[in-house]
């Protein structure tokens, strides 16, 4: 028998929205549409995203086009060796007139915050993003304080340069839902870049064409898409395959299954479905996991990369079967 569910009205809504807003990051960024699909399917998700690639490819650039896409508070930290945890989720200050202490929000007390070139902080420094990434809470001195919806980290690093950089921790990279690289633009693009940004800025011209009241109406119609029991055995079977991997001393954690499963939702809404199929979890499986892995010694020596591996598994780990929803 078919399994029967109501169908959330926001969920209509959903594809001409993120048709809008990746049209607006379109304009800013050229010849990078799966680049902005993936990132507004983690950000429908209630996700995180991390941007790695080499200098000047648009990193930055991306995390402020979506941004300014948005009506939402955004807020921008630049990560520095000397930048303490303090100055990311703010300080408690004593206030001579009331003789008490107040506390002092810090830029995490934004929807969106950009955090550009985090892997130059200490990992002290970095580690003030856990609590907050995770239960999207802060607590300072004894006290929690919740954040917004939605709430989201982009945060951006350079993988080639290593001096006076310092690697995330494996707890950090865990709690980014997804990485993606950027990659060099096709000339075609770049020859459209030099006219466009020859002159001034596109992030100028940018304005707001969503407001954080039609996100956060989205981000509950997608918790609403339906995911069958086959499909979450297969979300199981593939994040299992990467630990009794040979070819992987460290697989996926388990919050990276919660993860593959919230973006497959997202990703299937807003291709106007509201059911998650096998296709859904094939198309994230190496953007949402392969940053969480790490490869054997013979894998490195064979320049295999976790990115080559997870590709691997997805080929092989058997697809259910097409049930009735």
Request: proline share 8%; with cysteine.
């Amino acid at each position: 028998m078919a399994i029967t569910h109501d169908v959330p009205p926001q969920l209509d809504d959903l594809v001409p929205t993120a048709h809008r807003v990746r049209e607006a990051i379109e304009s800013v960024i050229e010849g990078k549409g799966d680049v902005i699909r993936l990132t507004l399917t983690v950000m429908l998700a209630e996700g995180h995203l991390l941007i790695e690639d080499v200098p000047g490819v648009g990193k930055t650039m991306l995390a402020k086009a979506l941004a300014r896409s948005i009506d939402c508070p955004v807020r921008r930290v630049q990560f520095t060796p000397d930048l303490l945890p303090s100055d990311i989720t703010g300080v408690s200050a004593y206030n001579q007139q009331t003789m008490e202490f107040e506390f002092k929000p810090g830029p995490v007390f934004a929807s969106i915050v950009v955090g550009d070139e985090i892997n130059r902080a200490s990992p002290k420094t970095q580690s003030a993003l856990l609590e907050c990434m995770e239960e999207h809470q802060v607590t300072v001195d004894g006290v929690t304080y919740p954040l917004d919806t939605p709430f989201m980290v982009i945060a951006t690093q350079n993988p080639i340069e290593m001096e006076g950089t310092y690697p995330l921790p494996e707890a950090q990279r865990d709690r980014f839902t997804a990485r993606i690289a950027m990659g060099y633009p096709e000339p075609s693009a770049e020859l459209e870049m030099l006219d466009v940004h020859g002159g001034t800025s596109p992030l100028d011209k940018l304005q707001p064409v969503a407001t954080t009241a039609e996100i956060t109406a989205l981000i509950a119609a997608v918790r609403a898409v339906y995911v069958s029991q086959a499909i979450k055995r297969y979300a199981i079977d593939l994040v299992t395959a990467t630990r009794r991997s040979p070819e992987l001393r460290l697989g996926a954690s388990p919050r990276s299954t919660l993860h593959l499963i919230r973006t497959a939702r997202a990703h299937a809404a807003m291709l106007g479905r509201d059911y998650v199929i096998p296709d859904d979890l094939q198309d994230l499986a190496v953007p949402v996991l392969a940053h969480r892995l790490l490869p054997s010694v013979e894998a490195q020596g064979q320049r295999r990369l976790p990115e080559h591996v997870m590709a691997d598994i997805v080929r092989q780990v058997p697809v259910p079967e097409a049930q009735a929803r």
